[in-house]
T-cell receptor, first 113, second 116 residues
Framework: GENVEQHPSTLSVQEGDSAVIKCTYS??????FPWYKQELGKRPQLIIDIRSNVGEKKDQRIAVTLNKTAKHFSLHITETQPEDSAVYFC????????????FGTGTQLKVEL | SAVISQKPSRDICQRGTSLTIQCQVDSQVTMMFWYRQQPGQSLTLIATANQGSEATYESGFVIDKFPISRPNLTFSTLTVSNMSPEDSSIYLCSVGGAAGQGYEQYFGPGTRLTVT
């Protein structure tokens, strides 16, 4: 089955700096890669996603890049703000195999003033 | 995105008892899933809730322990049976395949279960 590795497990940045979280996946058939943000005590929220036919996608201060050959994808947050502090999870899906999400282990991002 | 609710939001149960968690969506969805999230951990898929047929369970999860129903395209239940303290966790449903959407999946607010 699919295996998703995520690094780093914790990340601390100064407000205004950029943050990058990286994930690798094992199943070359995976074709959809969402990112979720989970604040303490809240549900995971979908913040951005990318399909395998696209190399990069941006939405304001967040972007995701995908390297299919290397089987890794990354989340980039620019101009970080305190409200970006949360746990971020990457995930991978093979949409031809039941659309089951396999999650990474999560990254605790702390944005310091 | 669809509005997803779960009941109960939290519960404290005694070992050996069972708890049924409900997941309700405000629109029809093709996919419904149940996840478990232990404290400080990632999310683990328990099963896919199939409308009108038996759920599909992931390795390590069995129907006798986690029976699932999905009578229609907007509702599903997960029962945690014969509970032990190791079942203390957050249980979340997720949905996908709503009209006008692609592969996106959205989560319910979760049910925080504590087993004493």
């Amino acid at each position: 089955g699919e295996n998703v590795e995520q690094h780093p497990s914790t990340l601390s940045v100064q407000e205004g700096d950029s943050a990058v979280i990286k994930c690798t996946y094992s199943d070359s058939a995976s074709n959809y890669f969402p990112w979720y943000k989970q604040e303490l005590g809240k549900r995971p929220q979908l913040i951005i996603d990318i399909r395998s036919n696209v190399g990069e996608k941006k939405d304001q201060r967040i972007a995701v890049t995908l390297n299919k050959t290397a089987k890794h994808f990354s989340l980039h947050i620019t101009e970080t703000q305190p409200e970006d502090s949360a746990v971020y999870f990457c995930a991978a899906i093979f949409t031809g195999g039941g659309n089951k999400l396999t999650f990474g282990t999560g990254t605790q991002l702390k944005v310091e003033l | 995105s669809a509005v997803i609710s779960q009941k109960p939001s939290r519960d404290i149960c005694q070992r050996g008892t069972s708890l049924t968690i409900q997941c309700q969506v405000d629109s029809q969805v093709t996919m419904m899933f149940w996840y478990r999230q232990q404290p400080g951990q990632s999310l683990t898929l328990i099963a896919t809730a199939n409308q009108g047929s038996e759920a599909t369970y992931e390795s390590g999860f069995v129907i006798d322990k986690f029976p699932i129903s999905r009578p229609n395209l907007t509702f599903s239940t997960l029962t945690v049976s014969n509970m032990s303290p190791e079942d203390s966790s957050i249980y979340l449903c997720s949905v996908g395949g709503a009209a006008g959407q692609g592969y996106e999946q959205y989560f319910g607010p979760g049910t925080r279960l504590t087993v004493t």
